[in-house]
């Protein structure tokens, strides 16, 4: 009767929560502790699986020999991604995309990024740049504004709609109101747009924004597009809202809001964590446990003056070097030393120089994973968390 | 806490997990409210933040906050701040004392149960600035106070002490001695010693004084009977936050870490004595679909879903969790006519999760939660330890 997990996962990001996704999958009973909510969240929502080229599974043989990639495999990533869609399908938040070419994303500032899968919202690979754009915004909606598309378009546009509210959060919560979603599309229709796109900045509501979306685009007769925005970042919460909701349904415990306040071994095994609750520690129990706390944004990894520490098991961490060598010169260019910093782990994701036989590590907390220099995040996340949900569903 | 707001990164996760800010263009959500203003507040001026008390205390932005900087605790030190330097409206200091307020409920209850509905009295109600969307709770004359104070054998080796709390002791009293009953036909012995208010409405309405003075009578029975090998054992939510946080916490009541630490949520206590073998009940099938409404303050707790983890374990039973709505009545929060619109507004969208899922009955751990969402759905609402009583086919012994 005891409440022993299969597998205990710390870590609700993405490399945690996909890693759960594919345990619980194959029936394995799973839980997943987090401190508070991922990066993913302040994200545009869109998959980067590596930013630079056009194929982007292609390009990670390129990558240097010790990236977690390659502990996965292309084939593996490649089902990862499938699975990942799958998932998203699933909850009504479908993304396109194809693991064998980039595609490009508008951003507020009107360039575009290039990325690996998108959400359905957000397409607008096949924009030819001679089309017509108009681009509609809202009234005093702070970190959108629509000159800085239209500037660098010779064909564009733009339409300015007052909602009434002016945060990210208020917009797309009044677009899950019928009435507004009405008044709204009446408001587009009486603009008389000419023939081309519309983008708006994304904020086509909070959960139900495939059927915001497919209705606007009805009214207004064409497919519209979502430009992400600065934090908070609708995309990103809905991206992070569909893998909790599906971890829920498929009977995935989740516990969140406090981090782990002690470890129990015995021998070379982690039998137990328990959390900071509030009053007495909540004890969770499993057969295998996977570290998925991510790198220094999520406190996974910290740093002090010269060294750099794993913060849960206290885990042998890679460090690039001395503190000297940690940072260029210039801040903005890519590829800070300190990036390579992390866990490094074995063939199946087991941390190495540790006695510890039951525990996995996937996500950023990875050694030479070096996520802003290969703009590789999420993407990096789900393969590896799924990778190592297969490396320990034969342990378990 | 102390300098926790340091530790913003201004991520705004937060702010998109705050419900109130979702709705309410007037409160300018946990970030603002919490760290940002907290920089500059200081405890030798008064406090003008006047908009702190349109935060509800649903604590969802301490959950979600990733950096430990829990905005929801920086704006209850501002709420109780501002309350004391300033005139709190009759209905904070009304909901204050939900305590005497039940108390008085309860005492006459076939009176107040008939006027409550009446159009006459609703509108004396919202002049004095009290809401009237959603039905006032019914209360009930036999509330626990008056119920029977112990149940299980006296030398039995599991010994709890029963926190019910108001919403079950002046509105659900037969849910409180279901509890009782519950825990007595699975071997604990169970004493309800007289008890008040756990004192988080008078804290949420900015009572510091009331919420202390509650607080210090019953750490002191509750206490009393941790020396003597019992346990706490609570159902609703709120008050197991209050007792576990907040007694050893903002309200630091002497033994209050002692209690914290001797306290437990219902369902989590079970599963603790099916874990360790003191029991191994047999759960009868149930077929039935249930939406379960997460409360905000289970989230906070941080203690997982136990009742969630219980219910696997039933034959038959369909689960769908839902957590990411606030039933928007917050205690009194949605009570208070100014709040009145946001609370129903929040309170129809999380009954439109549940209607969703087309569910036979919806579920919660908490009082308000269950009547605001009852209301707003129209869906049987039931606590999670009424169908465990049923599943483990536990009989109702009247009082
Ligand atoms: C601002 C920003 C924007 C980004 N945008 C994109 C983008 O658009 N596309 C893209 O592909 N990538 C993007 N990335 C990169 C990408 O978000 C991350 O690399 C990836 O999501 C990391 O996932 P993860 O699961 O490894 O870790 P995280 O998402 O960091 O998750 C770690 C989780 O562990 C929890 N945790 C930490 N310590 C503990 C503890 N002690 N106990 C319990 N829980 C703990 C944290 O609360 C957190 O929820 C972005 C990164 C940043 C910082
Ligand atoms: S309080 Fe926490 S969640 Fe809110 S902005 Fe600051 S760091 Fe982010
Ligand atoms: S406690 Fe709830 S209402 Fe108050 S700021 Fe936090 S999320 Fe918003």
Redesign the interface.
């Given at each position: 009767?005891?409440?022993i997990y299969d597998v205990v996962i710390i870590g609700g990001g993405m490399s945690g929560m996909m890693a759960a996704a594919a345990l619980a999958k194959n029936g394995r009973k799973v839980?997943v502790i987090s401190?508070?909510?991922?990066?993913c969240?302040?994200s545009t929502g869109c998959i980067d699986l590596l930013a630079d080229g056009d194929d982007p599974l292609k390009g990670i043989a390129s990558l240097p020999d010790n990236h977690p990639y390659h502990l996965v495999g292309e084939d593996a990533i490649a089902h990862s991604l499938d699975l990942f869609q799958g998932i998203m399908s699933e909850g009504g938040m479908p993304y396109v995309g194809d693991v064998h070419a980039n595609r490009r994303v508008l951003t507020s500032l009107g360039r575009c990024k290039s990325t690996c899968l998108v959400p359905e919202t957000m397409e607008f690979s096949d924009f030819d740049s001679d089309e017509y754009i108009h681009v509609i915004s809202f009234y005093k909606m702070k970190d959108f504004y629509p000159q800085y598309i239209t500037s660098r378009y010779t064909n564009a546009g733009y339409s300015v709609f007052d909602p009434?509210?002016?945060?990210t959060?208020?917009i797309a919560?009044k677009f899950?109101n019928r009435p507004f979603l009405e008044a709204f599309i009446s408001w587009v229709q009486g603009l008389d747009i000419p023939e081309g796109r519309i983008a708006m900045p994304a904020v086509l509501g909070r959960?139900l924004v495939g059927d915001v979306y497919h209705q606007i685009s009805a009214g207004c007769g064409r497919k519209i597009f979502e430009i992400p925005t600065l934090?908070?970042s609708m995309p990103g919460?809905r991206l992070f809202?569909g893998l909790k909701k599906a971890l829920?349904?498929k009977?995935v415990?989740?516990?969140?809001?406090?981090?782990i306040y002690s470890v129990e071994k015995l021998g070379n095994r982690i039998e137990a964590v328990t959390?900071?609750?509030?009053?007495?520690a909540?004890r969770?129990e499993g057969r295998a446990f996977i570290l998925a706390t991510g790198s220094f944004v999520?406190?996974g990894l910290q740093a002090s003056m010269d060294t750099v520490t794993e913060t849960v098991f206290d885990l042998p961490a890679y460090l690039p070097g001395a503190r000297e060598t940690w940072f260029n010169d210039d801040f903005f260019a890519a590829g800070h030393e300190i990036e390579k910093a992390g866990i490094r782990v074995d063939s199946s994701f087991r941390p190495v120089d540790t006695e510890i036989e039951n525990l996995y590590v996937c996500g950023s907390i990875l050694a030479f994973s070096e996520v802003m220099k290969y703009r590789c995040g999420h993407g990096m996340a789900i393969a590896t968390g799924v990778a190592a949900a297969n490396a320990c569903g034969g342990l378990v | 806490m102390g300098f926790d707001f340091q530790h913003c990164i201004r991520?705004?996760?937060c702010?998109?997990?705050c419900p109130v800010?979702?709705?309410d263009?007037a409160f300018p959500g946990p970030k603002q409210s919490g760290p940002d203003a907290e920089r500059f507040r200081s405890d030798d001026e008064a406090s003008i933040d006047r908009w702190v008390r349109l935060c509800s205390q649903c604590k969802r932005c301490?959950?979600?906050?990733?950096?430990?900087v829990h905005p929801a605790q920086i704006i209850l030190r501002e709420q109780t701040r501002y309350g004391e330097g300033h005139f709190r409206p009759l209905p904070y200091r009304l909901f204050a004392n939900t305590y005497w307020l039940g108390a008085l409920g309860s005492l006459i209850a076939p009176v107040i149960n008939i006027l409550t509905p009446r159009t006459f009295v609703k509108r004396v109600l919202n002049v004095f600035g009290i809401s009237t969307s959603i039905p006032f709770p019914q209360y009930r004359f036999h509330s626990m106070n008056r119920s029977w104070r112990w149940k299980g054998r006296r030398r039995s080796r599991k010994k709890v002490v029963f926190f019910y709390g108001c919403f079950i002791n002046y509105n659900r009293p037969d849910i409180g001695r279901g509890v009782r009953d519950l825990l007595a036909s699975l071997g604990v012995r169970v004493v309800i010693p007289r008890q008040v208010c756990c004192g988080l409405p008078a804290l949420g309405n900015g009572d510091m004084e009331t919420a202390r003075k509650f607080a210090r009578k019953n750490a002191r029975i509750l206490a009393g009977y941790i020396d003597k090998g019992y346990e706490v054992v609570y159902t609703c939510t709120s008050c197991g936050?209050s007792?576990?946080?907040d007694y050893p916490g903002i309200l630091g009541v002497p033994d209050g870490k002692k209690i914290?630490?001797?306290?437990?949520n219902l369902h989590?206590y079970i599963?603790e004595l099916?874990?360790e073998?003191y029991i191994?009940p047999t759960f009868e099938p149930l077929h039935r679909k249930i939406a379960y409404h997460i409360p905000c303050h289970l989230?906070?707790?941080?203690?997982?879903?136990p009742a969630?983890?219980l219910f696997?374990k039933i034959p038959g039973l369909e689960v769908?969790?839902l957590?990411?709505n606030c039933c928007g009545l917050a205690g009194s929060y949605g009570f208070k006519k100014k709040h009145g619109e946001t609370s129903a507004k929040l309170g129809s969208?999380a009954a439109r999760a549940i209607k969703a899922i087309g569910p036979d009955i919806m579920m919660s751990d908490c009082g308000a939660c269950k009547m605001q969402l009852g209301y707003f759905s129209g869906i049987p609402a039931l606590d999670p330890s009424e169908i465990l009583r049923q599943s483990l086919k536990v009989t109702d012994s009247g009082t």
């Open positions: 009767m005891n409440a839980a401190k508070g909510d991922p990066v969240c302040f009434g509210v002016i945060t959060a208020g919560e899950e959960n934090p908070p919460l809202g829920l349904q009977g415990n989740l516990y969140w809001g406090k981090g959390l900071a609750s509030s009053g007495r909540t969770v999520s406190g | 991520c705004t996760v702010v998109a997990n800010f979702k709705v263009p301490d959950v979600a906050c990733p950096y430990s936050l007792l576990t946080q914290s630490e001797n306290t437990y989590e599963l099916m874990e073998g191994e989230r906070a707790l941080g203690i997982g879903y969630a983890r696997e769908h969790i957590e990411d969208d």
